[in-house]
């Protein structure tokens, strides 16, 4: 095989098989093919696409170009969740234990910050205490102690997606639907579940803004699932504004604790439901997911859900006296309420603005090395079709003691600016947007 031969043959908008997609990964991935005919592959890839075969394909080949995670030793199905990507998106902390004390085993692999969207690893670590670092061995026994573990990637899992990754970075090739499930969906089948839900949000703070778009990544994403035996569901989920109120490390944390103990915000809660449902159903708890999450709903109303939390946190060093008294996390030094400047509703609430404002006072990362403060970030108090009074709070700046005034401005304008507002009333639109099985 000649790769000059398989970049024609895509470029000419032919289909590659089995063995020509592994000499392309293996080959990269060994060093023997340089960066410039790969650049040229995904290019080619990118204006001519690949059929769903060729994408399983794909993904296999990026799974086996390194480590996999076998969670066997863990009794019961295994169900792992993965966002696309949200501002407040704070799910997996409610989640995970949410649905570990419904019966499902979680053994949940998580990531960091970077951009606009947080991470669950900075967000956990904002608890005194906390640890994300931990072998396999060690995320196998706590889940196999306590039913639940959230833990940072371990291992060397699949080194196709960080070559493949950067270059496509660099060469306005990110945004191929094939790649980008290839991309996903190879470090989640590698790190072991045995069944999947996909948040895949759509709107202004999701990367992907296009309703249509992000039902066409969670086709291609649940048939690589299921096609690898891995029982795949993918929710499309409204992103066009953050999720919850709080936007922050530590604050989301807040979040997510009065969440687990029924007093969260109701966008939240319903997120955390409808794909807790979905999860408990492929576990095999319950025979629908409707059945999932009257079950969660319980959990959480009798005080199993908060527990498991606590038992989260014990199990990872941090200090559970935080769901009792949310002033052992991290405080802000500076809070600042934002005024609206005129009465109406509330029409729009740009998540991708908050989001960066947020990441302006220090709560997220512009670069991989970038340091965050846990205790920064902002607090929404309205939301799409509140009605606001001119000078009633949208929203409050919790900002570091020093933050400059000129940076508290900036951040002042980013939030004004992320609202629009109207004279009638708005309709709210749904959150959940749709399912794909
Ligand atoms: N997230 C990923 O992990 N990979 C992509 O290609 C895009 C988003
Ligand atoms: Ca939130």
Not at 56 to 83: C, E, F, Q, Y
Not at 283 to 304: F, N
Request: aromatic share 4%; net charge negative.
């Amino acid at each position: 095989m000649r790769v000059y031969d398989l970049i024609l043959k895509k470029r000419n908008g032919f289909a590659f098989n089995k063995a020509e997609i592994e000499f392309l990964i293996e080959g990269y991935v060994k060093g023997d093919i340089p960066d410039y005919q790969i650049s040229a592959l995904l290019m080619a890839i990118y204006f001519c696409g690949m059929n769903e075969e060729e994408t399983l394909n794909l993904t296999r080949a990026m799974i086996n170009s390194g480590d996999t995670i076998d969670l066997k030793a863990i009794p019961g199905i295994k169900v792992d969740k993965h966002s696309t990507g949200g501002v407040g998106d704070t799910t997996t902390i409610v989640l995970a234990p949410l649905v570990a004390a419904a019966g499902a085993p979680v053994a949940k692999l998580s990531g960091r910050g970077l951009g606009h969207t947080g991470g669950t690893l900075d967000k956990l670590e904002s608890i005194p205490g906390f640890k994300t670092e931990m072998a396999v061995a060690e995320l196998v026994e706590a889940v196999k102690k306590i039913g639940v573990a959230v833990a940072g990637q371990t291992g060397n899992l699949v080194p196709a997606d960080k070559l493949l990754y950067a270059l496509r970075d660099v060469t306005a090739t990110v945004d191929s639907m094939p790649l980008i499930a290839g991309s996903i969906m190879s470090k989640k089948l590698a790190s072991g579940a045995d069944a999947l839900v996909l948040d895949v949000k759509a709107g202004d703070g999701a990367f992907l803004k296009d309703r249509a778009a992000a039902f066409n990544l969670s086709k291609m994403m649940v048939s690589i699932g299921n096609g690898a035996g891995c029982k795949t569901v993918a929710l499309v989920t409204n992103m066009d504004q953050p999720l919850g109120f709080a936007v922050g490390n530590a604050l989301e944390v807040k979040e997510a604790i009065q969440t687990l103990r029924g007093e969260g915000p109701p966008d939240l809660k319903e997120l955390c439901l409808f794909l807790g449902g979905w999860m408990l159903a492929l576990a095999g708890k319950c025979a629908h997911p409707d059945q999932g999450m009257d079950l969660l709903e319980k959990t959480i109303s009798g005080g199993a859900a908060l527990e498991k939390f606590k038992e989260l946190v014990r199990s990872q060093h941090g200090n559970d006296a935080v769901t009792e008294d949310l002033s052992l996390l991290p405080q802000s030094g500076k809070q600042v309420a934002v005024a609206a400047p005129a009465a109406g509703y509330v029409k729009k609430l740009e998540a991708e603005a908050i989001g960066l404002a947020a990441m302006m006072l220090g709560a997220g990362r512009e670069t991989k090395d970038s340091t965050i403060d846990p205790a920064v970030g902002i607090v929404i108090t309205k939301k799409i079709g509140d009605s606001v009074q001119a000078g009633e709070n949208l929203a409050v700046i919790h900002a570091g003691a020093t933050a400059p005034a000129d940076q508290l401005d900036a951040v002042r304008n980013m939030i004004i600016n992320a609202y629009s507002f109207q004279d009638d009333p708005v309709e709210k639109e749904k959150l959940v947007l749709g399912q794909v099985e």
